[in-house]
Nanobody, 128 residues
Framework: VQLVESGGGLVQPGGSLRLSCAAS????????VGWFRQAPGKEREGVSC????????NYGDSEKGRFTISRDNAKNTVYLQMNSLKPEDTAVYYC??????????????????????WGQGTQVTVSS
């Protein structure tokens, strides 16, 4: 049972990346799945969450209009499309799954114990 993130890498400012969060050993169908990021020296913060019904909660103001979360239950995968990337988006990006199926409110979104499974993270570096 695990979540595996992929799709990170080095990209120039203004570029795009699509991160994937693939589940194995369990079905994501009834889970809420969130994306989080942690920059060096900073606390982990919530980016976006999609609940089991497909409703989306965006946690950060800086990502609005640039990042889009989506899910493909047939592929047991949740995605984070990131456009117009900025150097301040540089961080390790994690996904996590929560079995109740609802996205936590923003003020507690990044509390690790709210989630049943966490991925190992994927590095995103935005630099020229």
């Amino acid at each position: 049972v695990q979540l595996v993130e992929s799709g990170g890498g080095l990209v120039q400012p203004g570029g795009s990346l699509r991160l994937s969060c693939a589940a194995s050993g369990f079905s994501l169908d009834f889970y809420a799945v969130g994306w989080f990021r942690q920059a060096p020296g900073k606390e982990r913060e919530g980016v976006s969450c999609i609940d089991s019904s497909g409703d989306i909660t965006n946690y950060g103001d800086s990502e609005k209009g640039r990042f889009t979360i989506s899910r493909d239950n047939a592929k047991n995968t949740v995605y984070l499309q990131m456009n117009s990337l900025k150097p301040e988006d540089t961080a390790v990006y994690y996904c996590a799954a929560e079995h109740i199926g609802s996205c936590p409110p923003a003020h507690i979104a990044a509390v690790p114990t709210l989630y049943d499974y966490w991925g190992q993270g994927t590095q995103v570096t935005v630099s020229s």
